[in-house]
């Protein structure tokens, strides 16, 4: 009787434990305001869900001119100048986005995601493995198209990918035995052109999840946003009360517009203590060489402007072909 007394006692402290921790998750997707913000019955009542929609495909213009870096930022793997001319790079022909200097802009947010701490890998990794997806399938196509395939097709698609291993991290070894490769000059193409190969392939399918580079490109084109709008909210003043949100709080703001209404529940909820390990403002700032508010707020437009014309004409191509919600 004692024995199941105690039994009975430590499943209901058990019980308990886990209704606080619930409880716990769940006052974080309290709304702030009145029911009226909430959302569907899946979303969180969070006023920031309900982000006024920005216009499909911005009027693009000149890149803003960013403070002068002429020297990298010592100690760190991220820097802003090779994020920055990356992107440059991948807008070089007009209405399109050239793929490899956008996989290299990639690289380098990467970089940034990965100084953030551990706790970010559960998002790094992921993006990580979608870089080396598009850049192993696009050099696969070159490499038919050229038919230099030789001895490919009978050891698979690691001879393919090792054509391409020259000067790869060691770290990024993710796909099991697959590198990171670099594409060749040859394989060099932009996203409209490999939406269009794929499409005449017929790689992309409409009604169930492919491993197509289309689909690939969405959910890095999703990310960007969340990255670009967290980034954003760096670069806002204080409020009313001179307070300055956390990069926690912005971080969460971004995720339940750009990449929330996407995921499952499951993934929802771990991202959130993802959003509490988030470093404070300071070490954002000191990630692209700043030591004020004042002096990364140039540096952090000319970021997120450059973000946005890539992003914008990202989602107009992707939008002509009914491609914003591959499955």
Partial sequence: MVTLTRM????????????????????????????????????????????KPEP?????????????????????????????????SSMASADDVMLEPYLQSWDELLNFMESLGTMVSFFSDKVKEKVILIRVLSLKRDLEAHGKRGTADKSGPQSEVNVAQRNCPDDMKLLGDFSCPVLPLEALRSIRSMVDAE?????????????????????????????????????????????????????????????????????RQAAEFLFLALPDRPFFLRLVCARSQREATPLLHAIIHALELVHSRTQRILAEHGMLELP
């Avoid at 009975?8 to 019980?15: E, Q, V």
């Avoid at 769940?26 to 909430?38: A, E, V």
């Avoid at 399918?205 to 760096?234: A, I, N, P, V, Y």
Wanted: aromatic share 8%; hydrophobic share 40%; with cysteine.
């Fill in 56 to 88: 499909p495909f911005p009027e693009e213009a000149e890149l803003p001119k960013a403070p002068p870096l002429t020297e990298e930022c010592p100690g760190q793997s991220f820097q802003a100048r090779h994020l920055l001319a990356y992107l440059k």
């Fill in 199 to 267: 499409l005449k392939e017929g790689v992309v399918d409409f009604s169930r999840r492919t491993e197509s580079g289309c689909r690939t490109l969405l959910r890095l084109h999703r990310s960007l946003l969340w990255l670009k709008l967290m980034l954003e909210g760096l670069a806002e003043g204080p409020d009313s009360d001179g307070r300055y949100r956390t990069p926690g709080e912005l971080s969460r703001a971004a995720y339940m517009v750009a990449l929330a209404p996407h995921h499952p529940w499951v993934l």
């Fill in 8 to 51: 009975t006692l430590l499943r209901l402290l058990l019980l308990a434990a886990m209704l606080a921790l619930l409880l716990f998750i769940s006052s974080l997707w309290l709304p702030h305001t009145g029911l009226t913000d909430c959302g569907d019955s899946w979303q969180p009542c969070l006023t920031f869900f309900h982000r």
